[in-house]
T-cell receptor
Framework: ETGVTQTPRHLVMGMTNKKSLKCEQH?????MYWYKQSAKKPLELMFV???????ENNSVPSRFSPECPNSSHLFLHLHTLQPEDSALYLC?????????????FGSGTQLSVL | GQQVMQIPQYQHVQEGEDFTTYCNSS?????IQWYKQRPGGHPVFLIQ???SGEVKKQKRLTFQFGEAKKNSSLHITATQTTDVGTYFC????????????WGAGTKLIIKP
């Protein structure tokens, strides 16, 4: 148990569906992240929030829409995804948004887009 | 752009043999972190190295940071089945705007 909880663990969706991924951290951290993990590739940073303010958006397609209502919760809203978006989506948190801070990851959502 | 190359992609070892993974950065790093991801799991932080030439040990795991702070290695002595998983390095540089640059990982496989 890392203190970062993600739901759902698995998600299968069609290209026309709308779904949301949820992340909650119980660590009192100030920064939260969404990462995409595809096989044989480095982790791809998608979004960074620090104190509920989005500070990084690494050129992610608009079909991915993040939301951070407070410092403990993070959502990733999905719509009209493509099959190549199938991957493991990981949420992480850290004390602050600096590279000296270790990341605590949730268990991830394994997403399959049909 | 900044890259961290990690090799090998896979390493098959007999239980009891040693394992090593290497990371090389295209730029000088301010620090490097190592994570382990078990099959079906998520990355878990192992250690952070900050100083040039730093060596840290965790039981059978030895982590090194190069003198030029552009490379790092993780060595596992006498592997056990519990060591199975993928090991990732993640480096930070002053020009990376607070982003960690991840290696692609090395998967440790124990031969039956």
């Amino acid at each position: 148990e890392t203190g970062v909880t993600q739901t759902p663990r698995h998600l299968v969706m069609g290209m026309t569906n709308k779904k949301s991924l949820k992340c909650e951290q119980h660590l009192g951290h100030n920064a939260m992240y969404w990462y995409k993990q595809s096989a044989k590739k480095p982790l791809e940073l998608m979004f960074v929030y620090s104190l509920e303010e989005r500070v990084e958006n690494n050129s992610v397609p608009s079909r991915f829409s993040p939301e951070c209502p407070n410092s403990s919760h993070l959502f990733l809203h999905l719509h009209t995804l493509q099959p190549e978006d199938s991957a493991l989506y990981l949420c992480a948190s850290s004390q602050d948004r600096t590279t000296n801070e270790k990341l605590f990851f949730g268990s991830g959502t394994q997403l399959s887009v049909l | 752009g900044q890259q961290v190359m990690q090799i090998p992609q896979y390493q098959h070892v007999q239980e009891g043999e040693d394992f090593t993974t290497y990371c090389n950065s295209s730029t000088t790093l301010s620090n490097i972190q190592w994570y382990k991801q078990r099959p079906g799991g998520h990355p878990v932080f192992l250690i952070q190295l900050v100083k040039s030439g730093e060596v840290k040990k965790q039981k059978r795991l030895t982590f090194q940071f190069g003198e030029a702070k552009k490379n790092s290695s993780l060595h596992i002595t006498a592997t056990q089945t519990t060591d199975v998983g993928t090991y990732f390095c993640a480096g930070a540089s002053w020009g990376s705007n607070y982003q960690l640059i991840w290696g692609a990982g090395t998967k440790l496989i124990i031969k039956p």
